[in-house]
């Protein structure tokens, strides 16, 4: 598979600081040679998602908020008991980094585990590409997120770009982020 970057970049009304060039590509590259045989709209569908959980940055990101904004994650709150938080400020220690926003201490445990990668006692190595990029692969492949699994609504049947978005958040921006898959599904090839 391959994909038109400049192609993609002329439909997507955008251009790229070299920062951003280098992160994209990189995703690109990570996307294309993956282990798995990914379907286009597969490929498609992690582009979007990469691109609107990093706002365009094209690199892992920290969640947006200032220390009192992670207060309703914190230990005692109903929000922090469903993320695993279980002590004070757990709910900014554990806040959202990565490609996809990994958040909660639960869920930094559960991929600490499946990466062998300290990430607990470490929350920024979520921030680390090939990290950020192992955990926005296997929770969307494997369904670690919602369980949602995304080869369940991306495959090579189909294209369920607005439904795909219950793999990472629900509906949030669904419609959003369906837009920027089909444009990357018509600038992929085989």
Not at 51 to 66: C, F, H, K, L, V
Request: glycine share 8%; with cysteine; net charge neutral.
């Amino acid at each position: 598979m391959i994909l038109d970057i400049p192609g993609y970049l002329k439909v997507a009304g955008y251009s790229m600081d070299p920062g951003q060039r280098s992160g994209f590509e990189l995703v690109v590259s990570y996307i294309l040679q993956s282990s798995r045989t990914l379907s286009k709209s597969y490929a498609a569908y992690m582009l979007a998602t990469i691109e609107w959980e990093t706002a365009r940055r094209w690199s892992p990101i920290i969640e947006y908020g200032d220390l009192a904004y992670f207060d309703k994650y914190n230990a005692g709150m109903p929000l922090g008991r469903e993320l695993g938080n279980d002590q004070p400020g757990d709910g900014y220690r554990y806040r959202g980094r990565g490609y996809v926003q990994i958040t909660g201490k639960r869920n930094y445990r559960l991929f600490a585990t499946l990466l062998s990668k300290d990430i607990v006692n470490n929350p920024d190595l979520a921030l680390n590409e090939q990290v950020a990029w192992a955990i926005a692969s296997i929770g969307c492949s494997t369904g670690r997120f919602t369980g949602k699994t995304l080869p369940a609504y991306c495959n090579q049947y189909k294209s369920d770009y607005v439904n795909a978005r219950h793999v990472i958040n629900g509906l949030d921006h669904a419609e959003d982020i369906a837009k920027r898959a089909m444009l990357f599904e018509s600038c992929l090839s085989d």
